[in-house]
């Protein structure tokens, strides 16, 4: 029987909380209609003021990388791994029938290094390759922050190998969760939010330009 890990706990903690090469790859649109990963979606008004091919690789980035902040994968329950007294269950999704496809795919957005020193690295126990070689995953994720209200991108610094660029995000002040349309320009009301400031960083590589950190404002 196939399950969905959807864990989308609502934080009332202001402070967001951090994840401590292209071919042989399932395109996204064929995915079944009914995965998770079909259901993420990326709102172009959203975007950083990057190139569109930048712009693209930044809405792949963002997508694998909510999959992995909030455990949107689909697994197998029957498919389990048992490692240091932990149960790791069997990612189905197409796109990785390999724990090495999985990093195969991570690497068309991020660097290697922080793909093996965040994403997969030793401490990070989310992830973990099976016997049969599989990708299996502990489960859970993180939950979300229900003061986000919109974010806004400017260019930090650019040369011929790094761009670097910062973003300002929004979360209002009330004690209650944000309910209007999320924003992506400076609001006209600043000290109705505060705001907490991310760093982007992508270097250019010999297979193309990759993040070397990523977040989520959420």
């Known amino acids: 029987m196939k399950k969905k890990f959807i864990t989308l706990l609502l934080?009332?903690?202001?402070?967001?909380?951090?994840?401590?090469?292209?071919?042989?790859?399932?395109?996204?649109?064929e995915l079944p209609e009914d995965s998770v990963a079909a259901d993420i979606t990326v709102d172009k008004e959203s975007l950083p003021p990057l190139s569109e091919d930048l712009q693209e690789i930044y809405e792949g980035a963002y997508k694998i990388y909510y999959q992995i902040s909030f455990g949107t994968f689909d697994y197998d329950e029957n498919a389990t791994y048992e490692k240091d007294e932990l149960t790791y269950y069997k990612i189905t999704d197409p796109r990785f029938p390999t724990y090495e496809d999985f990093r195969t795919y991570l690497l068309q957005y991020f660097t290697e290094f922080f793909v093996d020193n965040s994403?997969?690295?030793?401490?990070?126990?989310?992830?973990?390759?099976?016997?049969?070689?599989?990708?299996?995953y502990l489960g859970g994720g993180r939950g979300s922050n229900i003061f986000y209200a919109g974010h806004t991108f400017e260019i930090d610094k650019e040369s011929e190998d790094e761009i670097g660029f910062e973003a300002t995000a929004y979360y209002t002040n009330s004690n209650e969760a944000y309910k209007g349309d999320y924003f992506y320009t400076t609001p006209d009301?600043?000290?109705?939010?505060?705001?907490?400031?991310?760093?982007?960083?992508?270097?250019?590589?010999?297979?193309?330009?990759?993040?070397?950190?990523?977040?989520?404002?959420?």
């Open 11 to 29: 934080c009332a903690a202001v402070g967001i909380g951090a994840l401590s090469g292209c071919g042989g790859n399932t395109p996204a649109k």
């Open 119 to 136: 994403i997969l690295s030793k401490d990070n126990l989310m992830f973990t390759k099976g016997e049969d070689g599989g990708l299996y």
């Open 189 to 218: 009301n600043p000290e109705d939010y505060t705001t907490q400031k991310f760093l982007f960083v992508l270097w250019k590589e010999d297979a193309g330009w990759r993040f070397n950190t990523f977040h989520l404002f959420f």
